[in-house]
């Protein structure tokens, strides 16, 4: 039987996860930390205005779900012994509530509850930046892991894409602004990749310039349509992941 190229793309993606998993466990310290970024959603309202069919974020959260399928990966692969920090952009998940009427940052709240994570909230990308620089003692601590998942181009994390403005952000994190990051903070043999879309085209070079981290990213379009069947995103049909 030939299983359909989206249902195949998706066991791969799970494939390939549990293999990263291990791999970026293996090298590390369990003083050291692991970030996870999740960028907001955009806003039912602003995309409805759309003519075309595809349309962002139907569902909440894509960014909080494939966050936490990596968190659980990453648990597993190092038997719980990981200091995992999770970062949200919280105005787009409140103004997103109050779109559905859903208490998401309740819903948000129990997932640090139940993987034991340290949740931060962040408003833009300097706040990113800030953290990865002083949010702990990084002569102590240093920086393992950097994973985000949200809306991105090849520029930039669009943090908040179509929630206060349709098809624009007002909250990003450009590379033009990386080399504010300092290159001390990371850890040697730091792990890093972007699950947005294309970012693979300019977004992680500059990355790899300013940190001395090589950053994953993709060429064309990531998605995020299988995330609720614990799959994490994958790069859509004619695009790739490039290091």
Same mark, same amino acid.
């Given at each position: 039987?030939? $299983? ?6 998706? $066991? /791969?993606?799970?494939?390939?996860? &549990? ?25 039912? &309202?602003?995309? #409805? ?22 968190? +659980?990966?990453? +648990? ?27 208490? /998401?940052? &309740? ?10 994570? #340290? ?10 930046? #800030?953290?990865? #620089? *002083? &949010? ?5 601590? !240093?920086? *393992?892991?950097?994973?985000? =998942? ?8 669009? $943090?908040?894409? *179509?929630?206060? /403005? ?5 909250? =990003?994190?450009?590379? !033009? ?8 903070? =990371? ?42 069947? +614990?799959?994490?995103? =994958? ?9």
């Amino acid at each position: 039987m030939t $299983l359909p190229r989206k249902v195949l793309i998706g $066991l /791969l993606a799970i494939f390939f996860a &549990g293999i990263t998993a291990p791999e970026a466990g293996a090298k590390l310290n369990p003083n050291d930390e692991y970030i996870i970024i999740s960028g907001g959603p955009a806003l039912r &309202g602003w995309e #409805n205005f759309r003519r075309e069919a595809h349309r962002h974020d139907l569902w909440w959260g894509n960014f909080v779900r494939a966050a936490r399928i990596r968190m +659980q990966l990453l +648990q597993k692969a190092t038997d719980n012994k990981i200091q995992i920090t999770w970062l949200v952009y919280r105005a787009g998940y409140e103004t997103r509530a109050r779109e559905d009427g859903e208490p /998401l940052i &309740g819903h948000i709240e129990s997932v640090r509850d139940k993987y034991k994570v #340290n949740l931060v909230w962040y408003n833009n990308g300097d706040d990113i930046i #800030n953290y990865v #620089n *002083s &949010g702990k003692n990084r002569r102590q601590t !240093k920086v *393992s892991g950097f994973e985000y =998942f949200g809306h991105s181009n090849k520029y930039c994390f669009a $943090l908040d894409y *179509s929630n206060e /403005l349709l098809g624009a952000c007002k909250a =990003f994190l450009h590379q !033009k602004d990386l080399s504010q990051m300092k290159r001390s903070s =990371f850890a040697r043999g730091a792990y890093a990749k972007s699950w947005g879309c294309h970012s693979g085209e300019a977004f992680t070079a500059e990355f790899k310039r300013t940190t001395g981290v090589k950053m994953i990213g993709a060429i064309g379009k990531t998605d995020y349509s299988e995330c609720y069947k +614990q799959t994490l995103p =994958f790069v859509s049909a004619g695009g790739r992941w490039t290091r």
